[in-house]
DNA sequence: CATGAATGAGCTTTCATTCAT
DNA sequence: CATGAATGAAAGCTCATTCAT
């Protein structure tokens, strides 16, 4: 391997402008967003190289020249897929002083982020699938963990004070009750469809989920019963 | 082929007295046995054919004989995973009479399967990251979606008519919620790991989430809000 | 790898006597045969698993069946020639009775072995390049050490005995030495002929080379010095 | 190829005194000692520009600039090694009145120096199996060939002028074996160890060896036979 | 003098599968 | 029922080298 730039924890570089330089991004990026798109498709194991590279229009030897070795681009993938949740969790509006109303919006938002993509679903599983061998390489990507966490204790909070959540909760237990009942649609939706005989992607199931999701996760935190 | 014993959609013979026959048995259990273990590990393309025939002390070929090809052992797999899964379900004994206990002992025989059964979760994982296509080449599995469901329609119908539950409710949405809740936590534990900086594995962790869980689930369920 | 009959330390089984049984033994030792041609030609490195199957018509696959790996083919190639040699060494027929000449003989013996199996040489260099690595895992290969020197132990302790060797000699200097003035000259005699300016595999340079070689062999272990 | 200096048969410049240049002497003698170790454990097949422009903290490129290709600084590396042989072999100080005693310090100088640079006797043995085509490529190479059999030859001259070496010797056939004896010892000590059962890289091992080798040369050379 | 980017061919090895008996 | 032998394709990765600046 020609000294390839090491990136893995680093932040983008974007030193120069030239066309050289902006070039070899545009290589880098495209290999990784086509990583994304065929491992996710395709898992971790099926994923090949040689997909991938294809996908992007550029060649095997490129990989190793950007990412060192597959592996080195699988936590790629999982850093830039974290970042992307992280951006677009940060920019939700969320008016604090409405708690309920706050806490609606957060679970919108999380079921439909699984639901818009996929990718995340799926290579998250991969990533568990292999034991979190992959992450646990990565500083990066283990800081985006906070924040998400931070915004329902935040909501919570706020309840709390406004009498209207329950005190003893703890702000993990109702992140992760929003987040599997959102993974887990997305995750399992083709079993779950041979299993209940129901098509888990027709528009309208997946709103009546959502639904039931959201008063669902009202009635564990709210002090009174939701009306509906 | 030279007449493989088809099994793929025919219910399990009587064990039959003679000799060879039970030989063959052995041979394509412990081949269906190795090959849960692997497919669980590696997942369906990390787990070769050689892998598996090598765990089970057997010989590639015999793969061949007994499932076909690799397909078929898959699906014979998730047969397998489904049947035990059932059977275990089968096996709760519930007093539908006092539906609150009940559905408690439901979602606590749901998420301690899935504990207990790891391998049902990524093997399910892997089948969803291929779509489905394994799965509705099974009748045999789809038998199984009902009994599932059937039992927690019953809990719910119970509670119903004692008036402790609300009356609006779908079993199937229930159902969904207890899954995802037990199934997220055992399949993302890994990345839940790095992410939260907390170890899911620590028995103490998975009980409070657990009684979160079932806390959850009353609350969602029932009409009065659960002392607790 | 679907069952590679190992065959390490085992010897040759010629169980059967069918068709398919010799065809197999044929693959097996075309490939140990070019195995032997081309790490001799090219070096451990440079002697690629392609390059032997296709120099014995079969696929690279089927060394992977029968030998397991490259390393294990090596392994293969190095307890061959070793046996080669051994066989060779053994078939000498050697008068005891007549230390002097006996010596004579074994030096020449040596030193034409070299000559006429260049690959012996190469194969060692290549072995010793890598530390002996592979040698240490051949349990057979190892085995071969002791004829060879017993041979000269036997005739030094003749001459010792008829008075015309000298008590104090130890075999393992003296096999050292015949082993090292033949190949030596083997191994490096493209260097040494860009070095001296002469050419080193004209007949006549070899054979007064020989001749060199033994009169320095005998007056070593002679008490008396040679005539010459 | 952009103006690379060549330097493959000219003689070495006197060191320019711009701060540049030196750098660049820096950067191509770090390479080039890089190669030298790299290509010994490795072999020529084995040792890549990129583990040897790694090894010099440089880079492959640099490589290319200094050298043409990979060739081109493997012959780099033979005139490097013989001229370092050559330079050692330079500073013996030899008593030739004392012609025997001067042989003992020849046949010591030839066995410690491929002890203590084993890099030279692996070196060798990768260029014998590529056949010498580097060596031939280098006249600077083969001008140190001269020397080394000059010295032998003057020592015998006045061994036999002074009435105790044999007259009928010939100087290369002494060289040669001093060489073989030396060169064998390292070259193939991984094989002999194994074959013999002994470690040859014991000192005292090589201490026991090396009298027997200086008591075998001088009992060839002298015309009566040494004490001991 | 030096660099980042790129390339095509090759490497060892593993894949699922089939043949003939 | 089971075996040894064989196969073509593809896997991840490294090779020496060249491009443009």
Same mark, same amino acid.
């Given at each position: 391997m020609p000294t390839p730039p090491s990136r893995t924890t680093a932040a983008r570089p974007a030193r120069k402008t030239g066309a050289r330089e902006r070039s070899a991004e545009t290589t880098r990026d495209s290999l990784l967003r086509a990583a994304i798109r065929v491992f996710a498709k395709h898992g971790l194991d099926g994923g090949s190289v040689d997909k991938i590279s294809r996908a992007a229009k550029s060649h095997d030897r490129m990989i190793y020249y950007y990412f060192g070795n597959k592996e080195g681009l699988f936590v790629a993938v999982l850093e830039e897929i974290y970042r992307r949740f992280n951006d677009a969790e940060a920019a939700i509006d969320l008016d604090i002083t409405q708690p309920t109303e706050a806490l609606r919006v957060v679970v919108q938002f999380v079921m439909q982020y699984y639901q818009k993509h996929p990718e995340f679903v799926t290579l998250l599983n991969s990533e568990n699938l292999h034991r979190g061998k992959h992450i646990v390489k990565s500083d990066r990507a283990r800081e985006y963990s906070s924040p998400a966490i931070g915004i329902i204790e935040r909501v919570l909070r706020s309840g709390v004070e406004q009498g209207v959540?329950?005190? %003893?909760?703890v702000a993990r237990d109702v992140y992760m009750m929003v987040a599997a009942l959102g993974y887990f649609y997305q995750s399992n939706r083709y079993t779950l469809s041979a299993f209940?005989?129901?098509?888990? %992607?027709a528009p309208q199931t997946f709103a009546r989920w959502e639904a039931f999701v959201i008063d669902s996760v009202l009635r564990t935190v709210s002090i009174q019963p939701v009306s509906g």
């Open positions: 959540f329950r005190r %003893e909760l209940l005989g129901e098509d888990l %992607e």
